[in-house]
């Protein structure tokens, strides 16, 4: 079956550590999305890509970074510059650029100690 | 003002009842709007588009206001199945091959008890 993978669905970090979050779609998406859920707050974007090798910051994007070297892949590094890194990410996909649909993954739930 | 928003909620309904959920948006300009399902501590997933004319899948019902800058959504006959949280999505940007910024709301929680 098509979809997106996140993994891992739970990871723990000590402060200052760097941690990289996996997100992996086999439905041929152009377009995917990082994502940070908080409690009670709506989902904020961190970064976006549209094509493979090009991204985009988001409207949360100080202190993390992503790549897109394959079109299937595109992992979020959250680094030790990120203040509050505890939180849901969510990792999604679009058919292309512009679509209003979004594909979620079921997300990493990461929590610095 | 957040460029939107949602009542939080909760609301807690019996089975059977009928529930609705507004939600506002800031932005004038925006293009489309879209009602997501979040289940506890799950993914959201697109439940339905908002057209213009308004639209009905079922026991749900979406509809547009854009005088007013808000759509709601009606949930008719609740079953314990439709408890999660109900986010609201706005295209805030521009169509066609360009990035359309998508803005959640804050959800508003639902809670269908028998």
């Known amino acids: 079956d098509g979809g997106i993978t996140q993994s891992p669905k739970y990871l723990f970090r000590k402060e200052g550590q760097n941690v990289t979050l996996s997100c992996e779609q086999n439905?041929?998406?152009?377009?995917m999305y990082w994502y940070r859920q908080d409690p009670g707050q709506g989902l904020r974007l961190i970064y976006y890509s549209q094509i493979v090798n090009d991204f985009q910051k988001g409207d949360i994007a100080e202190g993390y970074s992503v790549s897109r070297e394959k079109k299937e892949s595109f992992p979020l590094t959250v680094t030790s510059a990120q203040k509050n890194p505890t939180a849901f990410y969510l990792c999604?996909?679009?058919?292309?650029?512009?679509?209003?649909?979004?594909?979620f993954g079921a997300g990493s739930r990461l929590t610095v100690l | 003002r957040k460029e939107v928003e949602q009542d939080p909620g909760p609301f807690n309904v019996p089975e059977g009842a009928t529930v609705a959920f507004n939600c506002t948006y800031s932005?004038?300009?925006?293009?489309?709007f879209f009602w997501y399902r979040q289940d506890c501590r799950k993914e959201p997933k697109l439940l339905m588009s908002v057209y213009s004319s308004g639209n009905e899948d079922g026991r749900f019902t979406a509809q547009l206001n854009r005088a007013s800058q808000y759509i709601s959504l009606l949930i008719r006959d609740s079953k314990l199945s439709d408890s999660a949280t109900y986010l609201c999505v706005v295209n805030m940007g521009a169509g066609g091959t360009s990035y359309g910024k998508l803005t959640f709301g804050q959800g508003t929680i639902l809670t269908v008890h028998p």
């Open positions: 439905l041929n998406h152009d377009a």
């Open positions: 999604a996909s679009a058919a292309y650029s512009g679509s209003n649909v979004l594909t």
């Open positions: 932005n004038s300009a925006s293009q489309s």
